[in-house]
């Protein structure tokens, strides 16, 4: 393996320690064979030799932005989410265009935050290795980093993915992104159609241990009140969501730990206590019961599940080669670019983050 220069090797052979801020050498890979192998045109590691620095990169700047608050991590993961589900992991949720996939009903809660923070990435990247570092691989290892410093598990994840060159309309993204309505049978064939199995969205279904939900998500559930609720439980949400009050104010998904990338998930669904029509099925339906008692037995058959199925999401129906492109900036398409030379977001300079204008200190 090649040393890189930025410390005379003499040095480091003499103090025989790995010095840290040096190691842009990318990190061994964790050839575990319960890794599920990449589809053709991904690879572990795509960027080693091409971009050596883009994976620290993004784990840098994702550690500027949660370490001010680690609320963060949870918008990022769900970004991910609805950009694999929706005309597969292309990067083209991230797309700002009035007729974009934003604009759909479900993404009108998608945190204008966690588009910024994508953006960022991807800015800090152009300057350091331009037009190679896909959108989409931006978004997908920004989520893994989301992960791990919401205090959940390392993994790798394969990267290679290209950017699309068009977004879904509002139509598409419907159709494409599960409800909270959604009974089992219907989350099933949803998740099936992208390659996804029952043991995928069970783990994935965790997610829902970090983040947010807005009233509006959950109020079909209050009135009458749903018998999956804990009585308790639906009392409280029933003083924070007022029925026929046009209030919509957001409460942690997972109330014993809301920022904690762990398996409390699994506990408040046998207690009562998940939000959604979409998470209390999976306690009712004997093709995803005894999952979610496996996953709730054992934190860490948890967040190893959970590593294989977000690497699976990860790959829904990615472009590779010479597919697509590598867009400049991700809100813009390229051949767009130009004529809007001052891409800010504007509108995404969101009150909660506090964009850095330089990460050389980090
Ligand atoms: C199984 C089908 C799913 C449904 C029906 C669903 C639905 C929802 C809904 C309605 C919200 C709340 C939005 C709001 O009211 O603000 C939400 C939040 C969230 N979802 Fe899901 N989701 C599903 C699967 C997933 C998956 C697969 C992931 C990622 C692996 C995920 C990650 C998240 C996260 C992290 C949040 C919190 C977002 C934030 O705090 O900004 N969800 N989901
Ligand atoms: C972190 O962000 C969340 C959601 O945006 C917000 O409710 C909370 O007050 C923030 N915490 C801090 C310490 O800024
Ligand atoms: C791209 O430019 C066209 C024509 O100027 C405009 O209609 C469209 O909204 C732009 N799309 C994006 C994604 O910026
Ligand atoms: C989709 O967008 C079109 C045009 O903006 C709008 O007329 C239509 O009502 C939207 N459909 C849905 C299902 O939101
Ligand atoms: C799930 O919902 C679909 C569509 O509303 C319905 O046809 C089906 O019977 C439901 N399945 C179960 C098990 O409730
Ligand atoms: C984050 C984001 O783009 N949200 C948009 C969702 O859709 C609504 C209505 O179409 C827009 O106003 C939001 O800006």
Redesign the pocket.
């Known amino acids: 393996m090649q040393i890189r220069s930025c410390v005379p090797l003499w040095l480091v052979l003499l103090l025989a320690i790995p010095i840290a801020d040096c190691t842009h050498l990318p990190t061994p890979l964790t050839d575990s064979p319960d890794l599920p192998i990449p589809v053709t045109g991904l690879s572990y590691g795509f960027y080693r030799k091409s971009c050596p620095k883009a994976e620290h990169t993004v784990k840098k700047i994702m550690k500027f932005f949660l370490t001010a608050n680690v609320s963060q991590a949870a918008g990022v993961i769900r970004l991910l989410f609805h950009d694999c589900f929706v005309q597969g992991c292309d990067g083209s949720i991230l797309i700002n265009d009035p007729q974009g996939e934003q604009a759909g009903t479900p993404n009108q809660t998608l945190r204008p935050s966690a588009f910024a923070i994508i953006d960022q990435i991807k800015a800090e990247l152009e300057s350091i290795c331009p037009n190679t570092v896909s959108c989409a691989d931006v978004l997908a290892l920004a989520a893994r980093e989301a992960i791990r410093q919401a205090h959940g598990k390392r993994f790798e994840i394969p990267t290679g993915r290209r950017d699309s060159l068009n977004f879904a309309n509002n139509e598409t993204v419907l159709k494409n992104v599960p409800a909270p309505t959604f ?4 989350l099933l064939s949803s998740f099936s159609s992208k390659g996804l199995k029952a043991r995928d969205l069970v783990a994935l279904s965790g997610a829902h241990t970090v983040g947010l939900a807005h009233c509006s998500s959950f109020s079909d559930r209050l009135s009458p009140i749903d018998p999956m609720l804990n009585a308790e439980f639906a009392e409280s949400l029933i003083q924070t969501c007022p029925i026929h009050s046009s209030i919509n104010v957001a409460i942690n998904m997972d109330m014993l730990t809301p920022d904690k990338f762990d398996n409390k998930y699994f506990d408040n669904l046998v207690n009562g206590k998940v939000l959604f029509d979409s998470d209390a099925t999976l306690l009712s339906d004997s093709r995803t019961h005894p999952i979610v008692e496996d996953l709730r037995a054992k934190e860490h058959e948890f967040l190893s599940h959970f590593a294989i199925s977000f690497i699976k999401m990860s790959m829904v129906e990615v472009l590779t080669g010479s597919q697509g492109n590598i867009r400049k900036v991700c809100s813009v398409l390229n051949c767009n670019t130009s004529n809007s030379a001052s891409t800010t977001r504007d509108s995404y300079v969101a009150a909660d983050i506090d964009a850095p204008s330089s990460y050389a200190s980090m």
Do not use: D, P, V
């Open positions: 009974n089992s049978s219907q």
